[in-house]
C-alpha cells in the first residue's frame, strides 16, 4: 500500500541548533502538507507542497518538495524551545498518508 | 467560528459495548475525516467523506462505521469495541487544502 517514511523518529536538541526531517514515498505525490502537534495538542497545518522542486519558507523553517516529488523537508534554523512538539508530513494519494512523525525536543 | 468540534473528549468502554463519537465543523467544508493516532504510528486515516451523504474507506476502516447525514457532521461508530482500539481519535475537515483538526477523543477500551 501507500506509505510516506519520515526520519528521523526523535531528535533532541540545543536551543540554537538547527534541525531537519525527511519525508520519503516510494511513489509519486500529487501534494505533500506538514503538520506540528504540540504535547497533548492536535495536528495544526503548516504547508502544502504541489510543484515539483518547490521551496516554502516562513520565518525560520524551510520546506523543500524533491524534483521527482517523492521526497520533502522540513527544516528549521536556530531552534527555539517553542518549536518543540511532533511535526508530520502528510502524502496525498488521493486521500492522505501521515508519516510516522519527528518529535522534537530542544533543550534551553 | 468553533472550527471542528469533537464530542466526548473522553470515554471509557468495556470490551463489546458500542458507542459513536461526534464531529461537527462550522466552515462548511466539503470534506471530512476520522483518524486514529497510536504511539510512533502517526495518524492513520480510518474513513473519510467528500461530501454529505458519501463516506469512504480509508487505511484501517475495519471495526468502524461512519455517517454523513448533514454537511456540517461526521459520525464515527464503534459496534462491539475492542482493546485493540484504543487510540486517540481525531476528526478533520478541509476543502482542496488543509485540514483543520478537532481537539480529539481519548478511548480507552477494556
Known amino acids: 500500500g501507500q506509505q510516506v517514511m519520515q526520519i528521523p523518529q526523535y531528535q533532541h536538541v540545543q536551543e540554537g541548533e538547527d534541525f531537519t526531517t525527511y519525508c520519503n514515498s516510494s511513489?509519486?505525490?500529487?501534494?505533500i502538507q506538514w503538520y506540528k502537534q504540540r504535547p497533548g495538542g492536535h495536528p495544526v497545518f503548516l504547508i502544502q507542497l504541489v510543484k515539483s522542486g518547490e521551496v516554502k519558507k516562513q520565518k525560520r523553517l524551510t520546506f523543500q518538495f524533491g524534483e521527482a516529488k517523492k521526497n520533502s523537508s522540513l527544516h528549521i534554523t536556530a531552534t527555539q524551545t517553542t518549536d518543540v512538539g511532533t511535526y508530520f508530513c502528510?502524502?496525498?494519494?488521493?486521500?492522505?498518508?501521515f508519516g510516522s512523525g519527528t518529535k522534537l525536543n530542544v533543550k534551553p | 467560528n468553533a472550527g471542528v468540534t469533537q464530542t466526548p473528549k473522553f470515554r471509557v468502554l468495556k470490551t463489546g459495548q458500542s458507542m459513536t463519537l461526534l464531529c461537527a465543523q462550522d466552515?462548511?467544508?466539503?470534506?471530512m475525516y476520522w483518524y486514529r493516532q497510536d504511539p510512533g504510528m502517526g495518524l492513520r486515516l480510518i474513513h473519510y467523506?467528500?461530501?454529505?451523504?458519501?463516506?469512504a474507506k480509508g487505511e484501517v476502516p475495519d471495526g468502524y462505521n461512519v455517517s454523513r447525514l448533514k454537511k456540517q457532521n461526521f459520525l464515527l461508530g464503534l459496534e462491539s469495541a475492542a482493546p485493540s482500539q484504543t487510540s486517540v481519535y481525531f476528526c478533520?475537515?478541509?476543502?482542496?487544502?488543509?485540514?483543520?483538526f478537532g481537539p480529539g477523543t481519548r478511548l480507552t477500551v477494556l
Open positions: 467523506s467528500v461530501g454529505e451523504g458519501t463516506t
Open positions: 511513489t509519486t505525490l500529487s501534494n
Open positions: 466552515m462548511n467544508h466539503e470534506y
Open positions: 502528510a502524502g496525498d494519494f488521493n486521500k492522505f498518508y
Open positions: 478533520a475537515s478541509s476543502y482542496l487544502g488543509p485540514q483543520y
